[in-house]
């Protein structure tokens, strides 16, 4: 009795995908007493599984009895040789059919004279025999027949209860490691950016000496495996001969001629392709087993010719011939290949939901930007349209340097504003601050005169634009008119807000000169007056009362957040600071000439006695060389490049500088240059002014 499955080592014996070889032999428990003195034992011996033919395996299949009675014994004709349907006769079930003239012949260079057969089974297919055999001629009654099938069948349930058992317990050992797999992996995001996380998983998965991973061009390998050089060469191999199915071999120098090169790391593997294209692959590697395989007899057959063509000479001795088996790994069984097709299923589910909210990200992100994209577009076209409409209606009755006085205003407070918004990340904004940084700029030293009272409350970006605006008008018309144009007006400005969450905001000045409402009408008038109806759909009164301004404005709660009671607090004094604070020769870096042309004015107003502009970092570089300025005025951004490598050649020259910027607060700059000034764009004389001032005294021009 013979089973299991061995691994012969010539092409012409079992192949992957082969049925197990059969081993026909003397029925036999090792014990000596059961056979007769004198007779040889098969015990240990292998057959080729080429002993028995496809056809006679079928044979097996359908019918677990097959009896010789005597070798010896002339064949009886059948008569008639076909069915009433015009068929050869079947004689699958028949005990007394003949057998082939073959295969007798085998029998009898073994000096067998009878022989009973009775087939193994597993999973309805044949999986070994039980050969009795006997050197006379032998008949069994029906009684025997009956007993020996019983056996077989017997027999056959209790390999398959055993074999279904083992496979539970390896089937379970790889649904435990999946299940790790699988955890490990939604624990670490996506699959496979952290790879070492999960490959000694994938490990346990598969039983083998090591696994590599090889993933848009990138490899990890843990375990005993080829090289990373050899693994690519390995994977173009795959590339080839794999297609999109799993791929296992336990002779990979046979189909994969460098692979004979490689049996101590990987004389088999098991390929499992993880992504459609590129192709990705997870491969487990099986080292070279070598082993002794005992046949019985020489396995090759030699082939004969006569009347009727070639014929197959059964062998005409069984004695036992040892080969040694090289260049092979141990076969992957079928649970290998089960449990490499339930990874392979998971890493794609995995990578097709990893695809597909790569692609729905993608989407989502083409969608904002386009959003953005258009937002940005309209914002631009509003912020034009108002600029050009400040022009407009600013220059009427006015001449040309008044005109240009209050439109640099205008558009300052708009900047002011928009910085801090952004400085927020275009998150609702602080009233308070807004209101100080208008009286900031415009009052001076008359601050000590103007009381803020109300709750903390934020105005969202829209309506703090808007108010920016409407005080920056109120804070000028009280300093050239009103309450703060003398040393006794004072300006109370409190907010609160209803039971619906709208925010009243009153401005009230006292104590200043008579007013005279003719002579206070105008496009400043316009803005206090017009603009939060218009934008925010609120209410706006502006009297011309005879103690002074009273300004009362509702905010709708949509455009407001409060994030804290009332609390009294006065705007802050400003220290006053030189208005020329430059000197000598400066140096200009910007790329943008009608901005270059405003700088260069405002930095020859504060004091400078020549000014250098130029547009590109080589430029900068060879003024510098050529004539050290004793200030600089960088533009961050110039096209293609920055000006970063000027500020650190300006920094090791000692040589003072601020750099100016559409950026703003925002702009990220290396740890040794965080303490320069920042002037955010569009500047003004008062802004470029403090932030010269702050870098100066920070930091003195080491040169001349």
Known sequence: ???????????????????????????????????????????????PASDIPQQARRLYETNLLRIISDTEAVPVPIVPTLDPMGQPLDLSLSVLRSVSPIHIEYLRNMGVR???????????????????????PKYLDFERRTAAELFGRMFSLTLESRKQRIREMQEQRARTAHDKLMRTIATHGRPFDKIGHIIGDLRQMVDCDGVGVYIDGEIHIEGVTPTAGELREIVRFLNRAAASRIYATHELGVVFEPGREMVDRAAGLLAIPISRSPRDYLVFFRRELVRSVVWAGKPEKSTTFGPNGARLSPRKSFEAWRETVAGQSAMWTELDLQAAELVRVSLLEIVLQITDAAERERRTTQERQELLIAELNHRVRNILGLIRGL??????????????????ARIDALARAHDQ???DDWKPASLSGLIEAEAAVYVGESLRRITLEGPNALLHPKAFSTMALVFHEL????????????DRGRIAVSWSTDETGDLAIEWRETGG?????????????????????????????????????????????????????????AVPRLTSVPTRVLEGHCLLVEDNA???????????????????QVASVEEAFATIARRRPRFALLDFNLGPETSLPIAERLHEAGIPFVFATGYGEQLKLPEALTAVPIVSKPFTKASLLAGITLRTQAEPSKGG
């Open 1 to 47: 009795m013979r089973g299991g499955r061995p691994r012969p080592a010539v092409a012409d014996r079992l192949r992957p995908g082969d049925d197990l070889p059969l081993c026909p032999g003397r029925l036999r428990t090792g014990d000596r007493r059961s056979v007769k003195p004198g007779i040889p034992s098969y015990l240990g011996l292998r057959y």
């Open 594 to 612: 009608i901005i270059a042309l405003d700088a260069e004015e405002i930095m020859q107003e504060l004091g400078a006695a020549s000014v250098e």
């Open 421 to 423: 918004i952004t400085r």
């Open 475 to 486: 804070m000028t018309n009280a300093a050239k008119y009103g309450a703060l144009a003398d």
């Open 391 to 408: 022009v407009s209606q600013s220059r009427r009755g006015h001449d040309p340097e008044v005109f240009a006085e209050e439109l640099n």
């Open 114 to 136: 009878a022989s009973l057969s009775v087939s193994i089974m597993h999973r309805g297919r044949l999986w070994g025999l039980m050969a009795c055999h006997d050197y006379q």
């Open 513 to 569: 000169p008579s007013v005279q409402p003719t002579m206070r009408r105008g496009f400043g008038t316009t803005i206090i007056e017009r603009t939060v109806p218009s934008e925010l759909r609120g209410t706006a009164e502006f009297h011309l009362d005879i103690t002074g301004v009273v300004a009362r404005y509702l905010i709708p709660s949509e455009y407001v957040t409060v994030v804290s009671m009332a609390s009294r607090r």
